[in-house]
């Protein structure tokens, strides 16, 4: 049974740096075609991908926060790690990690396990 | 970008269909995935590869994807459906998520 989990800080100030962890169990990032991603939902909006990372550790970014983002895996702790920076208010949301469903095409992405998600509020 | 359009709510009498959409240019040349998120919750998957059901959704969820337009079809719908529905596509490099579809059983 896969499971994941995200932790971080609840609340940063803006300008910071926000690090999230997403621990994770019932498979290894180690493994071929293994992959996680982060996704976030603003307060009663859509899901936003942020980025992903795959088992040989290609990463793939959303274009538009692609400066901000940074996204590693400690496979020996089976975590992975979002990390962005200059936090502003409008970053308020909801942060899942999600397990990329492994799949013999390239052109099947989805995620068939999600984290329970962690809130994350930029105020001073 | 690739973008992908749902509307913003749905509303659907209880037994009856409910009808989701999602588009795109050209969606029908990838595979659309669906998922329902209950408020609070996180998002569970519904159907992935246009049509497919994962183990333990039920029969009553079915998809179909053609030209510009993925749909989500919800049969006998119940007041336990009532949630948010996201529509998601893979444009090649990125993720593509809808703006989300609240679904109301009234």
């Known amino acids: 049974q896969i499971t994941l989990k995200e932790s971080g800080p609840t609340l940063v100030k803006p300008t910071q740096t926000l690090t999230l962890t997403c621990t994770f169990s019932?498979?290894?990032?180690?493994?071929?075609?293994?992959?996680v991603g982060w996704i976030r939902q603003s307060p009663g909006k859509a899901l936003e991908w942020l980025a992903l990372i795959y088992w040989d550790d290609d990463q793939r970014y959303n274009p538009s926060l692609r400066s901000r983002l940074a996204i590693t895996k400690d496979s020996s702790k089976d975590q992975v790690v979002l990390t962005m920076t200059n936090l502003a208010p409008v970053d308020t949301a909801t942060y899942f990690c999600a397990h990329r469903a492994r799949e013999p095409s390239a052109r099947l992405y989805y995620f068939d396990y999600w984290g329970q998600g962690t809130l994350v509020t930029v105020s001073s | 970008s690739f973008e992908l359009t749902q509307p913003p709510s749905v509303s659907v009498s209880p037994g009856q269909t409910a009808t989701i959409t999602c588009s795109g240019d050209r969606l029908g040349d990838k595979f659309a995935t669906w998922y329902q998120q209950k408020p609070g919750q996180s998002p569970v998957l519904v159907i992935y590869q246009d049509w497919k059901r994962p183990s333990g959704i039920s029969e009553r969820f079915s998809g179909s994807n053609s030209g510009n337009t993925a749909t989500l079809t919800i049969s006998g719908t119940q007041s336990m459906d009532e949630a948010d529905f996201h529509c998601?596509?893979?444009?090649?490099?990125?993720?593509?998520f809808g703006g989300g579809t609240k679904l109301t059983v009234l």
């Open positions: 998601q596509a893979w444009d090649g490099t990125s993720v593509v």
């Open positions: 019932g498979f290894s990032l180690g493994t071929r075609a293994e992959a």
